[in-house]
């Protein structure tokens, strides 16, 4: 499947497409349709509900997206929020210049410096690829998005590049308000803006996108331990360190090994949650899955750790959705030099007075939609059509409610009375074609599972339920219908274990 084929197929089922397209798109802007749009929320709650749990003291906070100036002065977002540009010196072509020599190399090239990204353009003497005429030298961009705000006496503002700077600002006020207690996680799903100088991709790569983001504030004396990691030193993390780097496939090693191998057990803590994450809740396959250390020239140099989560993906490869880095007090600090805030606190139980360091859970929302879309899309030969196997409590719409034919008013009347039992769930009633159309159009839809509504109905009070995946069907009683069917989404009942199977 090429990426323009994937492109199609979303828009055409209405899971997202070009932003203001009737004008002629905007790039860099995307609009999620009605599917996308319950998917998206469905990530969301997924990550809000499994990330939420992992402590009492973790917390979600909303925040305004416009930012003051002084926030991103404190960050060091104004002096430092580069992308290296390259442009062509005949047309108007222009694009990141790591990107650029990542394309034509296959290697990463972050962290290089502009004049390093424009001897390495020399010489591997890489052109224009619209042109052929050579490169311009290496140059910069800061990809903010400025405003001004008010009339007469005008206030600069921004529109923010990330989420993170939201939890830092108001982690003052959060701390006194939940009782002077950390660890403490501020959690935040929102819109962050980027002037990116070649969006690309699709939902990929934006200039306007979410992320949902977990800051935790702790005391850094306690970055060797967890009082769970008993429970996980076991677990085996598919990683692919710095030392790794000679292959493309991850090494597996326990979290113990990686904490003998140096890194501490707090952080190698939040690394199996979110392999766990990925495998348990997601069900991302485990080869499409890794952990990838950055090193001292690819991380900020404020990370002392740093991994991304990486997932591979058709047509595009192993792509960055995520990441986990340790942000020590970087970030309180500067906003404490800059604000004037004392952000150091009193923490009760080891009674010290400190400014807490930051460990920073951070997922693109749009990417992470991207890859469950393409990584559970299959056209399938044999049905003719598209089928989406996302997991239960992923899909867009988790039943679909037929009647056998549209044009028998009593059978109509059943039908509907069936569907009305499962008001307030995630489902629908459709009774436009054949019911053959009427599955082929669920699979594209992701739907776990079809109701169909026959003439038998009429009279043993039974439906039938088809399962996506495997095409197989039982029959069931109506009054059952409703716990069967929350028992098959909460993975406690086995499809085959329902009434009385037909095929």
């Known amino acids: 499947m090429s990426l323009s084929e994937f492109a199609s197929f979303c828009k055409k089922k209405g899971f997202f497409y070009p932003s203001s397209e009737i004008y002629g798109g905007l790039s860099g802007f995307y609009d999620y349709g009605h599917l996308g749009t319950r998917l998206k929320h469905n990530f969301e709650n997924i990550w809000r509900k499994y990330f939420l749990s992992l402590d009492d ?40 210049a790591d990107h650029v020599l990542e394309k034509a190399l296959n290697k990463r090239a972050e962290g290089i410096s502009s004049e390093q990204l424009t001897q390495e353009i020399k010489k591997n003497k890489l052109n224009c690829p619209r042109c052929g005429s050579l490169f311009k030298p290496v140059s910069v961009m800061n990809m903010m998005f400025p405003l001004t705000i008010g009339v007469g006496k005008t206030t600069q503002a921004y529109l923010r590049p990330e989420t993170a700077q939201s939890p830092y600002v108001n982690f003052k006020l959060q701390y006194e308000l939940l009782r002077n207690k950390l660890p403490l996680g501020l959690a935040l799903i929102g819109r962050a803006y980027r002037n990116e ?11 306007e996108f979410t992320q949902a983001e977990l800051q935790i504030f702790f005391n850094p004396a306690k970055i060797t331990e967890h009082k769970h990691f008993d429970l996980i030193q076991n677990y085996k993390l598919k990683a692919l360190l710095i030392e790794d780097r ?40 485990e080869n499409k899955f890794r952990l990838y250390q950055l090193n001292d020239q690819e991380k900020a ?16 490869g192993w792509t960055e959705v995520g990441g ?16 004037k805030e004392n952000m150091n606190v009193f923490d009760e139980e080891s009674g010290q007075k400190l400014i807490p360091h930051v460990l920073e859970l951070s ?49 109509l009347a059943k039908a509907e009375r069936v569907y009305r039992l499962f008001s307030g769930h995630d489902c629908y009633f459709d009774v436009s074609g054949s019911v053959g159309r009427r599955y082929a159009r669920a699979d594209e839809m992701g739907v776990n599972y079809c109701i169909t509504i026959d003439f038998d109905s009429l009279q043993d009070d039974s439906v039938t339920i088809r399962d996506r995946d495997t095409t197989k069907q039982v ?26 199977q037909i095929r």
């Open 57 to 96: 003291n973790y917390h979600e906070i909303e925040t305004a997206n416009i930012m003051h100036s002084n926030v991103f002065k404190a960050s060091g977002h104004l002096d430092h929020f580069i992308d290296p540009i390259v442009n062509c010196s005949k047309c108007d072509f222009a694009d990141r």
């Open 197 to 207: 100088i070649s969006p690309r991709n699709l939902i990929l790569r934006q200039r």
């Open 246 to 285: 000679k292959g493309d496939l991850a090494v597996e090693r326990t979290a113990g090994e990686l904490v003998k191998l140096g890194l501490p057990k707090f952080y190698v803590y939040h690394l199996v949650k979110i392999q766990q994450f990925y495998f348990d809740i997601l069900k991302i396959p």
């Open 301 to 316: 140099f404020y990370n002392k750790y740093h991994f991304d989560l990486e997932l591979g993906l058709n047509d595009v």
């Open 324 to 339: 986990l880095h340790y942000r020590t007090d970087h970030d309180l600090s500067g906003h404490q030099n800059v604000s």
């Open 363 to 411: 997922f693109g929302v749009d990417r992470n939609v991207y890859a469950l879309l393409d990584l559970n899309y299959e056209d399938n030969k044999e049905r003719g059509n598209v089928i989406l196997h996302l997991p239960e409590d992923l899909a867009p719409y988790g039943y679909a409610f037929f009647p056998l034919v549209k044009n028998n008013p009593e059978l």
């Open 475 to 500: 029959r069931v009683k109506i009054e059952d219908l409703k716990t069967d069917l929350m028992l098959l989404m909460a993975g406690q009942r086995k499809f085959e274990e329902l009434g009385k």
